[in-house]
């Protein structure tokens, strides 16, 4: 078995933990009366991230392994977690607005306004510059690119109304 192997198993793992934890959030968001913003583009987001990933274990399973940008996605790893742990169970791969919930702002959500995206974005170039596959992390980085453009402004604006609404969160 290779790193690259390894490397690729750890992370569909860690992608496998991420839906389980997303779906159980979602449904207790659901459950405490939240909805659902512009679910349209939720497809698109997760047949590129499947799609990046089988690409990974199809193309780069014996890679060899820079070992710089593994200790690179690694570190984006730690800050997953950091966003993770700071929004806990409101965490999930939807938008999802509950009436009356206040926006974040402690944690990575201090310094940055979608930290999560801002990992993904790292995710998405450094994982396969760590497999040797500069020309894939270009391609699905583009991709990437366009899916969060439409997924940023949907869930900004879903948070936008959200604050407009709530009278018991005051201007943000």
């Known amino acids: 078995m290779t790193l690259a192997t390894i490397v690729l198993a750890l992370v569909t793992l860690e992608r496998l ?3 389980w934890i997303a ?3 979602t449904a207790r968001l659901l459950a405490a009366g939240g909805q659902e913003h512009a679910p349209g583009h939720y497809r698109a987001i997760v047949l590129l991230h499947a799609a990046w990933l089988a690409g990974l274990w199809v193309l780069a399973r014996d890679a060899p ?12 790893q730690a800050v997953r977690i950091w966003v993770l742990a700071t929004l806990g169970r409101r ?11 206040r926006l974040e702002q402690s944690g990575p ?3 940055v ?18 497999l040797s596959m500069p020309l894939y992390a270009l391609v699905f980085s583009i991709l990437n690119a366009a ?9 900004n604006a879903a948070l936008d109304s959200a604050v407009r609404r709530s009278p018991s969160r005051g201007s943000q």
Do not use: S
């Not at 939807?94 to 919930?101: A, F, K, M, Q, S």
């Open 17 to 19: 933990i991420e839906l």
């Open 23 to 25: 779906r159980a959030n």
């Open 65 to 76: 392994v820079q070992t710089g940008w593994l200790v690179a996605f690694l570190g984006l």
């Open 91 to 101: 965490w999930t791969t939807r938008i999802i607005v509950v009436p009356g919930e």
């Open 109 to 111: 959500y201090r310094y």
């Open 113 to 130: 306004a979608h930290p999560n995206y801002l990992v993904v974005v790292g995710e998405i170039a450094v994982l396969p510059l760590a």
């Open 147 to 155: 899916v969060l453009t439409v997924r940023i402004r949907a869930e």
